[in-house]
């Protein structure tokens, strides 16, 4: 494939062979703004949480989607994943509130995912003053930021209608047959991932078994209760099977659930719309299945 001979071509070195802030920089250096034309964006407190509102129109009654990037709770901002909020907040013609949650390893676990409960929070609970509706909330994300998203549909702080989880870190244990099948990637590697986890799990009290870190390993009871999904995997993903086993957990739980493996693609490739037609795809299906379930 064109674009990982690219990534190729740029010789960084294994994330696993990097600090925290050198993999920063680095992305930051690549990073470009999006062309996505959307009403309103503007950035705002979510109760103590830097947070990012996009508003496709004037409505009073837009559904919100709480979105959580990935970046292994190490790396991303609102800036990272600033193009994938624009295209589905333009596609569903909802409104999409991004959270810039801390990161570890300087915070690590549970900070981040206390700042995805807090901004989840206080989004449906200023649901009317954003001009939406506080029964039309959803949460979402990709990678660490879909595992994320799990947690907080189980944990159920706030009534949520919808969860979009893109490649979701659901099994911190990496125990699954896909870490080893795609151990070299591309793109994420085994290696990279356990990174990922010890930084995020370091100065911890937590296991990786910890239903808090890893969402696949939550009771029956827990997982049952959680919103309608949208879960996405790639086929050449370290985190494929526990995205995939999570979907099937999920529906034979009785919770709706649709689920999309793209084959061919890799970790991270849903925030390559400008580059890969399946990213294209991708978004576009996150962003109508927020549509429909905000226009019910």
């Not at 909802?94 to 989840?120: C, F, K, N, Q």
């Not at 990709?142 to 595992?147: K, L, N, R």
């Not at 890969?276 to 299906?285: G, I, S, V």
């Amino acid at each position: 494939m064109a674009f990982l001979e690219l990534l190729d071509a740029l010789g960084d070195p294994p994330i696993h062979e990097s600090t925290p802030d050198a993999v920063r920089t680095a992305r930051k250096a690549r990073w470009r703004p999006s062309g996505i034309e959307v009403g309103e964006i503007r950035d705002l407190d979510a109760g103590g949480v830097p947070a990012r509102l996009y508003r496709p129109s004037e409505r009073a009654d837009l559904g919100l989607l709480v979105y959580l990037h990935g970046g292994g709770w190490v790396i991303g901002d609102l800036d990272s994943h600033d193009n994938v909020c624009r295209s589905i907040a333009r596609d569903s013609g909802h409104a999409v509130l991004s959270l810039d949650y801390r990161l570890a390893p300087e915070h690590p676990y549970p900070a981040p995912l206390e700042d995805a409960l807090t901004g989840t929070r206080w989004a449906h609970a200023n649901a009317t003053s954003l001009g939406c509706r506080a029964d039309r909330v959803a949460i979402g994300g990709d990678s660490a930021g879909a595992g994320m998203a799990a947690v907080v549909a189980q944990l159920q702080v706030a009534p949520l209608v919808f969860q979009l989880l893109v490649y979701p870190v659901a099994d911190c244990t990496q125990s699954l047959p896909s870490h080893i099948e795609n151990e070299d990637g591309p793109f994420l590697t085994k290696a990279g991932m356990s990174w990922f986890i010890d930084h995020y799990l370091s100065g911890s009290h937590t296991t990786r078994a910890d239903p808090r870190v890893s969402p696949l390993l939550a009771s029956d009871e827990v997982v049952a209760a959680t919103p309608p999904a949208l879960v996405i995997t790639a086929d050449l993903d370290p985190l494929r099977d526990e995205g995939d086993a999570y979907a099937r957990r999920l529906a034979s739980l009785g919770v709706p659930t649709s689920h999309v493996r793209f084959g061919g693609m890799f970790h991270g490739f849903f925030s390559l719309a400008d580059f890969l037609d399946d990213a294209k795809t991708a978004n576009a299906l996150a962003a109508a299945a927020v549509k429909a379930v905000f226009d019910r």
